[in-house]
């Protein structure tokens, strides 16, 4: 995933941004019987913000969101479940993130290595945010 300048007018002294890279795992994903019966590679890539003026003032993992716990979660329910499809598992890995209520936005990207003859790989990218959407 990108990463993006900010400006000043965007900058956030207190919003600390969690970014889990390339958690690579093994789970049923698939339509065909073969992604089916096997288990296949994934690649899962998070960014995560929350607000860290806490964890910044009293350095104690209380304060903090702990990023360990969230990729624990993460990896139990990818490798113990089944998907037919990306776009599922995806949803249910930021949804897993954003049921933390400190997570204020979300974004979750995972890859499909080898999904297509001529690519590296096929992925799915959904983000969700706890902050009002504009216009709504």
């Known amino acids: 995933m990108p990463l993006h300048a900010l400006d000043d007018q965007h900058l956030d002294h207190d919003l600390a941004t969690i970014r889990i890279k390339n958690l690579r795992l093994r789970t049923h994903i698939g339509i065909k019987e073969e992604e089916i019966r ?9 960014v995560i913000r929350y607000r860290a003026e806490k964890a910044v003032a009293f350095n104690h993992i209380e304060q903090a969101l702990n990023y360990r716990t969230i990729t624990k979660q993460v990896i139990a329910h990818v490798e113990e479940n089944r998907f037919l499809l990306l776009e599922r598992m995806t949803r249910e ?7 933390f209520e400190q997570v204020l936005t979300a974004q979750v990207e995972i890859d499909k290595p080898y999904a297509l003859r001529f690519a590296d790989s096929v992925s799915i990218t959904l983000s969700d945010s706890r902050e009002p959407r504009r216009g709504a």
């Open 38 to 46: 096997n288990r296949q590679d994934v690649v899962i890539n998070a």
């Open 93 to 99: 890995v930021l949804d897993l993130i954003m049921s």
